[in-house]
Nanobody, 126 residues
C-alpha cells in the first residue's frame, strides 16, 4: 500500500532548528504536490505549508512564514520541512502528505490529500 515515510523530529530548545524528511513508499513524488500539516494536543490539524509538483511555488501559514522552508529533491524523491527559530507553540505532531493536484494542495485542506506520513513529534521546550 502506498504511503509516505517520515524521519526527523525530536526535542529542541526554543530558537533551535530541525529538519523533517518525507519519502514515498510505492510511488514517486514526481507527480505530486506535497503538504505539511501539524496537530497539537486538543487542536485540529492545521496546514503548515505546501510545495507545488514542479517545486517552483510554495505557500506557508502566517505563523511559520520566514521561519519554515519547504523544499523537494527530485533525484532523492524526498520532500523536506526545514524549521528554524522554533517556538514552544510549534510543538505538535507533524505530518507530510501528497496530493495529485496543485490546486488541491494550495487549499491546505487535509481532506484533499491522498497519501500521508506516519507523523513525527516535534517538541520545543527548554
Amino acid at each position: 500500500q502506498s504511503h509516505l515515510v517520515q524521519s526527523g523530529g525530536g526535542l529542541v530548545q526554543p530558537g533551535g532548528s530541525l529538519r523533517l524528511s518525507c519519502t514515498p513508499s510505492g510511488f514517486s513524488l514526481k507527480y505530486y504536490a506535497i503538504g505539511w500539516f501539524r496537530q497539537a494536543p486538543g487542536k485540529e490539524r492545521e496546514g503548515v505549508g505546501c510545495i507545488s509538483t514542479a517545486g517552483d511555488t510554495t505557500l506557508y501559514h502566517d505563523s511559520v512564514k520566514g521561519r519554515f522552508t519547504i523544499s523537494r529533491d527530485g533525484d532523492k524523491n524526498t520532500a523536506y520541512l526545514q524549521m528554524n527559530r522554533l517556538k514552544p507553540e510549534d510543538t505538535a505532531v507533524y505530518y507530510c502528505a501528497a496530493t495529485y493536484r496543485d490546486s488541491d494542495a494550495f487549499r491546505l485542506n487535509h481532506t484533499l490529500y491522498t497519501y500521508w506520513g506516519q507523523g513525527t513529534q516535534v517538541t520545543v521546550s527548554s
